[in-house]
């Protein structure tokens, strides 16, 4: 089966700039995570939906960061305005969750950096 | 508030040593608990997990983990390592059920030695 697919791999902007990461959650999976991973940290849940809908979105700093899920597949992260603390690498992840396995599968990450 | 903790940063060890990465976790109710794995330039991937049952799981590559509720910990264990172990390794806590928020570690990174 296919895996969570995110794109781009590789990001660098300046500070201020804008910027979008997509993904592409494994076929069937109703629960879509994304998290930021930090240098040095383990990752951390930015926000957490089910289908098209938000479940968590606690840790979000919404005054810069949004996402949306729309039509429950796919989904896409923005950061606008970028600062330098946002450089980082960004999960996706998917799971069968709340219906079956609670098993988060992670996509490669993308890796921001914040110049 | 809800944390894990581990213990070590940074293992080092030669081929065919013994492993035990240490992960306690703070109390929060009913857990679930996992170990994910990061081998360099790749993604993470499930080793094992722990639901309910049998507190000792064995996970893929040889690994084992034991929950041990009294201490609130999810020690991962390996017999004899491999020089293809080297990877970083996430205790995860999922605190909450289905829905509930996946809290991980701040990871061990180990590097065995040919």
Redesign the interface.
């Known amino acids: 089966e296919a895996?969570v697919a995110q794109s781009p791999r590789y990001k660098i902007i300046e500070k201020r700039q804008s910027v979008a990461f997509w993904c592409n959650p494994i076929s069937g999976h109703a629960?879509l995570?994304w998290y930021q991973q930090i240098l040095?940290?383990?990752?951390?849940?930015l926000i957490?939906f089910?289908n098209n809908g938000v479940?968590?979105d606690s840790q979000l700093p919404k005054d810069r960061f949004s996402a949306e899920r729309l039509k429950g597949v796919d989904s896409t992260l923005k950061i606008q305005p970028a600062k330098l603390e946002d450089s980082a690498v960004y999960?996706c992840a998917s799971s069968l969750?709340?219906q079956g396995s609670?098993?988060?599968?992670?996509?490669?990450?993308t890796r921001l950096t914040v110049t | 508030a809800q944390s894990v903790s581990q213990h070590n940063h940074h293992v080092i060890l030669s081929e065919a040593a013994s492993l035990e990465l240490g992960c306690n976790y703070s109390y929060g109710g009913t857990v679930n608990l996992f170990w994910y794995v990061q081998y360099p330039g790749q993604h993470l991937q499930l080793l094992l997990k722990y639901f309910s049952g049998d507190p000792l799981v064995k996970g893929i590559k040889g690994f084992e983990a034991e929950f041990i509720k009294s201490k609130f910990s999810f020690n991962l264990r390996k017999p004899s390592v491999q020089w293809s172990d080297t990877a970083e390794y996430f205790c995860a806590v999922l605190y909450g059920g289905s829905q509930g928020n996946l809290i991980f570690g701040k990871g061990t990174k180990l590097s065995v030695k040919p």
């Open positions: 895996g629960t995570y040095g940290q383990g990752p951390k849940l957490q089910q479940v968590d999960l969750a709340p609670y098993e988060q599968y992670f996509g490669p990450g």
